[in-house]
C-alpha cells in the first residue's frame, strides 16, 4: 500500500483526546509524518480548512458519532480515515489507545487495508440533500403513534404499510440501529439500501434488501406530523404529502484498516455476534 507521509488528526469535541492525541503526535514526529492540522469534530467549514486531498490519512480521535460526523463532512475531501477509539463501542474506529504506539508506525509504512464504502444521499421534498453514513429514521417522533405511509423504488410500488416507521440503512449503517431493530448485518462494503419497518401493523413487515442502484421514494400518507433523523443527528420535519428520496451519494469514502482487521472478529467482540451461550471448545 501507499507510504503515508502526512496526516490530519480530527478529535472528539466532548471526551478526553488529549492522551490518544500526544501518542497520535508522538508516532507522526517519530516516523517524520508532516501533520497538516489538528482540529475539533466541530470545527466550523472544516472540510474548507482541510483540503482536498491535502493529507495522506485522516486520523479520528473519538466514538462512532465522531467517525460518522468527520466522514459526512469530509467525504469530499477524498482522505481515507482511520478511527482511534476513545468512546464506548467503537464499531468504525478500530484503534484503541493502547495499540496507537505500536500500529500506528505499521500503518505509516504501508501496512494497512484499504476499503471503500458507500454512502446515503437523503432529500425531504426540494430542500438541499443530506449525507448519511448509517442510516435515516423516519418516525412519528411520538411513542406508540403510528404513521401510514408508501415505499417505491423509484415511481414502482414496494409496499404500503401502518407502522412506528422506518429505518432505510447503509451496509455499513447494518450494524448499528438496524440491527437493533432486529435486521441482518451486512458486509459494509455491499451496494445496497437495507429498509426495515418498525413495530408494524402486519406480521409480514419482514427486512429488505435491496441494490443502491435505483432511488427509494418515502411518502407520507396521514395528516399527522412525522419527522425523519440522519445518523442519529439530523432531526427534520415532514407533513402529508411530503416525499423522502434516498439515493446512493454521489460521493463514497474510505478507511484505512490496521494490519490484521477482522470485520467479522469486530461483529463478534463488539456486538455478540453469533457467539454461542456456552464455550462450545471446551
Known sequence: MKLIKSTTIVHSASRNFKEALDLCIESADKADIDIKNVLPVNEKDIDKVIGKKESDLILVIGGDGTMIRTIANLIDNEIPLLGINIGRLGFLTDLNVDSISKVLPEVFLGNYQLEKRPSLSIQVDDSESLIGINEVVFHSGT????????????????????????????????????????????????????????????????????????????????????????????????????????????????????????????????????????????
Not at 406508540?144 to 408508501?150: E, Y
Not at 407520507?220 to 423522502?244: C, P, T, W
Not at 490484521?260 to 456456552?278: H, M, N, V
Open 143 to 282: 411513542v406508540a403513534k403510528m404513521l401510514n405511509f408508501s415505499i417505491f423504488q423509484e415511481e414502482k410500488l414496494i409496499s404500503k404499510h401502518k407502522s412506528d416507521g422506518v429505518i432505510v440503512s447503509s451496509a455499513t449503517g447494518s450494524s448499528g440501529y438496524f440491527f437493533s431493530g432486529g435486521g441482518p448485518i451486512i458486509y459494509p462494503t455491499e451496494e445496497i439500501f437495507a429498509i426495515l419497518p418498525m413495530f408494524s401493523q402486519s406480521s409480514s413487515s419482514n427486512p429488505l434488501i435491496l441494490p443502491n442502484q435505483k432511488k427509494i421514494k418515502i411518502k407520507l400518507k396521514n395528516s399527522v406530523k412525522a419527522s425523519i433523523v440522519v445518523d442519529g443527528r439530523e432531526d427534520f420535519e415532514v407533513y402529508q404529502g411530503s416525499e423522502i428520496i434516498i439515493s446512493k451519494n454521489k460521493s463514497s469514502y474510505s478507511l484505512i484498516h490496521p494490519p490484521g482487521y477482522d470485520y467479522f472478529e469486530a461483529c463478534r467482540t463488539k456486538l455478540s455476534w453469533g457467539q454461542p451461550l456456552i464455550n462450545l471448545d471446551d
